[in-house]
């Protein structure tokens, strides 16, 4: 009989200890479950930009939710510099723009009614070499201008379907009177573009496409440049390749450097920024720039246009 009682005590000991377990496991997942409950909340309005902490007791939930106001407040403080520097920039670079153009168009206006009466041979001489230095002082601000735009992500480019042998015609409109100056060919394969699309800002990508071309044609002295296109799964290929001295292989990591220049071109005209800018304007689009060339090979400059 006794025997009975004990076990009898022993299995509701037992059956308490199992239900207390129970309880407590259940406490503890309601309890956690309120906690990430309370937690998502918090972090829900904070993105919505209508957190407040209203907690001001010893808990953890207060500490919390103070440690994430301190922080909501850190970050929007950090949002508003960002964006009034950014407006500021914005506002030197118009103002750059806009006070640099009126007098470098009046320098180049009165270079030309200087040129028709120049008289001398020596006079024309000076007037060219004055308007050639006016146009390079425009190209180098314009290029900054861009340059500063892009990096500071004021200029947004609106990449979209397009065709791809327009873009090469409309290059090879701009760029064959050049080539012919030089006494170099320009061959752009547009027909094998024919029916080829990608996806890209046409101004902008006209404008590396230009880059890339122009400096095939500054630093080749014989020979020529051809532009042919290469139509992969995910990306399409635009090479440029020339047929002038090329570039060494230590200096391919450096090359589209914001300024650098070739030792190997120091004598040529350039700051060094026509591939800096070809290469940003690429990478703003999801596209990317590779170069392939050899000294005294020539150079092949490759834009993969994201399909």
């Known amino acids: 009989m006794i025997t009975e ?9 037992g059956i308490l200890c199992l239900a207390g377990a129970g309880f407590i496991a259940f406490f503890d997942y309601y309890y956690r479950k309120r906690s990430l409950k309370r937690m998502y909340d918090m972090i829900k309005a904070a993105m919505d930009g209508t957190f407040q902490a209203h907690n001001f007791d010893e808990s953890l939930y207060a500490a919390v939710e103070n440690k994430l106001a301190e922080y909501i407040d850190a970050a929007e403080t950090t949002a508003g510099k960002t ?22 168009s009046n320098i180049l206006l009165y270079t030309e009614l200087l040129k028709e009466r120049a008289g001398s041979e020596e006079n024309r001489e000076n007037i060219e070499l004055l308007e050639n230095q006016a146009e390079k002082l425009n190209f180098l601000i314009q290029s900054l201008i ?31 009177n050049k080539a012919r100056e030089k006494g170099l060919y320009l061959h752009v394969l547009s027909e094998d573009a024919r029916d080829v699309t990608a996806c890209f800002d046409k101004k902008w990508t ?16 014989a020979g020529g440049v051809t532009v042919r296109v290469r139509p992969y799964g995910l990306f399409v290929c635009i ?3 020339d047929t002038g001295s090329g570039i060494a292989e230590e200096e391919h990591a450096r090359i589209f450097g914001r300024f ?10 350039g700051v060094g920024i026509g591939l800096y800018l070809a290469r940003e304007i690429l990478q703003q689009q999801s596209g990317y720039m590779k170069l392939t060339s050899e000294t005294g090979k020539g150079a092949v400059f490759s834009m993969y246009l994201p399909v």
Do not use: W
């Open 206 to 221: 006209l404008e590396a496409l230009g880059n890339l071309i122009d400096n095939a044609i500054k630093y080749t002295q």
């Open 146 to 176: 861009k340059m500063s735009r892009l990096e500071t992500g004021i200029l947004v480019l609106n990449p979209r379907k397009s065709s791809v042998a327009e873009l090469l015609e409309e290059a090879e409109r701009q760029y064959r």
């Open 260 to 269: 650098y220049r070739s030792p190997q071109v120091s004598d040529q005209t």
């Open 239 to 241: 090479e440029v390749a």
């Open 5 to 13: 009682k004990i076990a009898l005590v022993v299995f509701i000991i």
């Open 83 to 104: 964006a009034k520097e950014k407006e500021q920039i914005e506002t030197l670079i118009a103002d750059i723009s806009h006070q640099t153009k009126t007098p470098l």
